[in-house]
């Protein structure tokens, strides 16, 4: 009996550590694999509405995938198996982004997700090996772009990818790029933009009229003028007392494909027998110092909501981007002279009434841009005319006119 009791112990001691020798065998397969899981280091964003770098540091080279989503506008970027380890504060929303979410998608793979405020195309993306410290980076450039432009990236990804790749059910695109909307003949779009909004009012005068409201209901106006005309497709960057970055409004222009972007604005000055209308165009020079000084008022204006201008933006160094730009600024000069002949007959405007400064509003590098100062809330003449509605559709009558004329010499190509 004892010796069966001993075999048994035998027995025993032989299974038990068959069974500690194959757990700890897994337990090292377990460590290894982890010891190879990617690990996502840091997360950094620059940039602004209209264009914002993304730079994420791993610990060794990723493999990477992306795919666009539609309903709200998305980035997907697709990794191996990744261990996160993000600051909160770092993916926190910052220029074009609005939310980042990341984590595990199955067993073997995990995903990116990147919400953006609008339309928006991938300008770069690659992994580079880091120079003076271990790892390797990802960077994308992301920029606003039209809802025609996103449309047709969807689309096209859509047909490459459709016998080979289904999207997840939740990330499936509703609406996304139907035939007739890349297809139909596009309008001639024009986004007017009523300047200031919300926690910033803009000007004041004496007796307390504020910008932001003179300006809106002019740009309403201006709307329903333009909306008279055949051809001509009217878009508002605001409708209500919302405050806007100087950046948003120019994203906003984008994403419409804008043809024209007239930005209305009611200023003060500390002379008040100053009054008038004025047409303002963008340039580096300003060209005198009270414009200089109304731009530099006028790109102060995120600064009162607390937003600090990011220097960060990523530039473009783009030859074609130049070329594109001072095509955009040739047309802006051609529409902004129309504006002067249109109102200068019978509207009331400053000696010179073409000026130019550098004005953050007006530096999309593909929509021709104007500012157009329709008074000083500073003269009490202006003031008057201003909040008169009769007069302000006048006005807006004059310059649709202009934007009608100008409309027609580009369309059939006599500005180039």
Known sequence: MASIDKEVNVICRIFMAAIFGLLAVVQAERSVHAAEDLAALTYQAAGDE????????????????????????????????????????SVEPRGLITDVRYGMIDDARSRLIFTLKGPFEVERLEVIKNDTSPGYRLVADLVSSSDR?????????????ASTVAAPKGDRIANAAPDEVSKAPKPFTVVVDAGHGGIDSGAESASGSLEKNVTLMFAQQLRDELGKLP?????????????????????????????????IHADTINRGS??????????????????????DRENRADAVAGISFDNETPEIADILMDLTRRETHTFSLSFAKTVVKSLIKDVNMINNPHRFAGFQVLRAPDVPSVLVEIGYLSNQDDEKLMLDPVWRSHVAERLATAVGEFASMKTAGALN
Do not use: C, W
Request: glycine share 2%; proline share 3%; net charge neutral.
């Open 274 to 295: 100053i009054r008038g209308a004025t047409v303002y165009t963008v340039s580096d020079k300003a060209s005198d110092a009270d414009s200089r000084a109304m731009a």
């Open 231 to 263: 051809g001509i497709r009217v878009e508002m960057t605001r409708n209500d007392d919302t405050f806007l970055r100087l950046s948003e409004r120019v994203r906003i222009a984008r994403q419409y494909e804008a043809d024209l972007f007239i930005s």
């Open 149 to 161: 432009k996103f449309a047709d990236a969807l689309k096209n990804q859509n047909q490459t990818t």
């Open 50 to 89: 209209l264009r914002t770098r993304i730079v994420i540091n791993f610990d060794h080279e990723p493999d990477v995938s992306t795919m666009l989503l539609g309903d709200p506008h998305r980035l997907a970027i697709d990794l191996p198996k990744t261990v996160f380890a993000f600051d909160k504060k």
